[in-house]
């Protein structure tokens, strides 16, 4: 779900709460899911023939947690699995917090989302839209009820629907007389839910940039990253695409820069 293409954030804040809620509950019995996971430790030690140890426990430390505790169990529960709980716990509320949900409802606006939306619903929706972005969209309580009941009264496929993405939304001709509405949806295409489109280009460039490649030039790593990374769009214009890499005069050559040498003879002969 993270790591879609298109990804539907209010569908991922809801998730993330319940998300939230589990690891809570791990935090609160943290002794007793401890207590399984160093179970699981242990044996796996054991196959190995490693011994568990605690630190060395000094009178003043600094570079690492430094708890005067009396079994392995219990040192490693406060200086690791505690810490990283409250921190993920943490990080998530701030992410997805209720004061970032005004900005998410903005993809309220994807018809697949209206079609499962009484009108009252949708009304509050656009409230908390227009009071986060009043100063950018001009007259959008009025244009967002008209595109509500356009696409009410829009009868599409449930399956193509479904597969609308919103820049297909943003080219249709609802969207062309409904300016606001418009910006609103390039907004929310501009809005970052998640670092997954960066991870995935690094994804392709370790792919990409191997060992018998390290000596290609930047140009040509950057050509090879993009269609490996829209490989789709290629393979859908596939004739397009290789009419535009060796020539259009149908002799199939690619076009070549000639230049001339010193003594005027054109160069490669």
Known sequence: MLQGVSVDILKISKHIQKVTELFSSDRQNGEKEFDNIMANVETTANKLGIELTCPRVAARQVHRPNHSTQTINEYYRKSIFLPYLDSLVQSLKDRFSDRNKPSFEI????PKIMK???????????NNINSTYCELLDNFKEQSILWFDLWKNTEIDAKA???????EVLEHEHACFLPSVAKAIQIALCLPPTTCTIERSFSTLKRVK???RNTMSN???SGLCLLSVHRRKIKENIENFMQNETGSDGTGRRKMDLGTGRSGEVWPP
Do not use: Y
Not at 107 to 110: A, D, M, P, V
Not at 116 to 126: N, T, Y
Not at 161 to 167: D, F, M, R, S, V
């Open 107 to 110: 993809f309220n606006l994807h």
């Open 116 to 126: 499962d939306l009484s009108k009252e619903d949708f009304e509050k929706s656009i």
């Open 161 to 167: 629907l479904e597969k609308l993405n919103l820049i």
């Open 210 to 212: 191997t060992w018998i």
């Open 219 to 221: 140009n040509r790593l």
